[in-house]
């Protein structure tokens, strides 16, 4: 393969991350209630980040783990759908190591280990503004086959 080949290549990939993990975020309803934004996305991987409010609190006044893990969790579905594949989470396992509180920015990142067969490892963190790890995960996605998105509505 020439380089310019090589190049065209990885543009398409980048083009149709973008554009499946965009339209699968306009579809998601919990990031909408919780306000969690979409950011960068490429091949395998995705970010996603969120202002914790003081309705998003626990009784210890921290950010609740449903919530950022919450954040983790969507982090590690649009990685997952990079590919223009469907793809749902079988498991997560999940380390709180930090608290957030309101009116914390948390930013999670989830980047493909592995891809195999059926089966998808992904690594996600969750920092806050200072770049502080509030938690970890691994999670595994199960590759259910199937477009997200048609060929045709990744046509340039």
Same mark, same amino acid.
């Given at each position: 393969m020439t380089e310019t080949a090589a190049?065209?290549?990885?543009?398409?990939?980048? *083009?149709v991350?973008?554009? &499946?993990?965009?339209?699968?975020?306009?579809? %998601? @309803?919990m990031a909408a209630l919780l306000g969690i934004e979409l950011g960068p996305v490429a091949p395998g991987r995705a970010s996603a980040s969120l202002r914790v409010t003081d309705s998003?609190?626990?009784?210890?006044?921290?950010?609740?783990?449903?919530?950022?893990?919450?954040?983790? %969790?969507?982090?590690?579905?649009y990685a997952c759908v990079t590919w223009n594949e469907q793809a749902v989470?079988?498991?997560?396992?999940? @380390?709180y190591l930090a608290p957030a509180r309101p009116g914390d920015i948390l930013t999670a990142k989830a980047a493909e280990v592995t891809r195999s067969g059926r089966n998808a490892?992904?690594?996600?963190? &969750?920092? %806050?503004? *200072?770049g502080r790890v509030v938690l970890t995960c691994r999670g595994v996605a199960f590759i259910k086959g199937g477009a997200i998105l048609p060929p045709e509505e990744l046509e340039p």
């Open positions: 190049k065209a290549g990885a543009e398409t990939a980048m *083009a991350a973008e554009r &499946v993990a965009r339209d699968f975020f306009a579809r %998601d @309803s998003m609190t626990n009784p210890h006044g921290t950010c609740h783990g449903g919530i950022s893990f919450a954040l983790a %969790d969507a982090a590690f579905s989470g079988q498991h997560c396992n999940v @380390s490892i992904y690594d996600i963190t &969750v920092t %806050d503004a *200072a």
